[in-house]
């Protein structure tokens, strides 16, 4: 005869979840349609929340650090993911809120907290940049 030990009892399991928070303080959120370059698109998947800017023929590309004028400045942040193909499409781009930095799919030059939390310094309507803390993590 076979015994089930426990039968009928509630059972427990313990899971990790890694969810890192998108938005970190209160700000409007702004978002507007714009189209993402091509080139871009043909080449590398854009993830979603990514820091993107506009490359010289005004298109949405990933934006990247310089301390002068090559780099190219964020102008807003995606709100999906933007697939590989061969035309330019549209999508959605956050223009305003305040979003923490380690949600954000960022190019490598934004390396330091410094660079990523000043990326959108002056921007309009607004972007701000502000990590969350961790309290005993």
Known sequence: MATYAGAGL???QTQAFNHVPLF???APIVTISEV???ATIASVDL???SVV???SSGELVLATWASDTSGIKPVGITTAKVLKGATARNV???KGGMFNPAALNWDA???TAAKKRLAFEGSAP???IQAIPTYGV
């Open 10 to 12: 509630a059972g427990n």
């Open 47 to 49: 993830p979603a929340f």
């Open 92 to 94: 959605d781009i956050f």
């Open 53 to 55: 800017g506009r490359n």
């Open 36 to 38: 993402v370059a091509a």
């Open 109 to 111: 030059s934004f390396d």
């Open 126 to 128: 607004g972007i701000f």
């Open 24 to 26: 970190s303080g209160e």
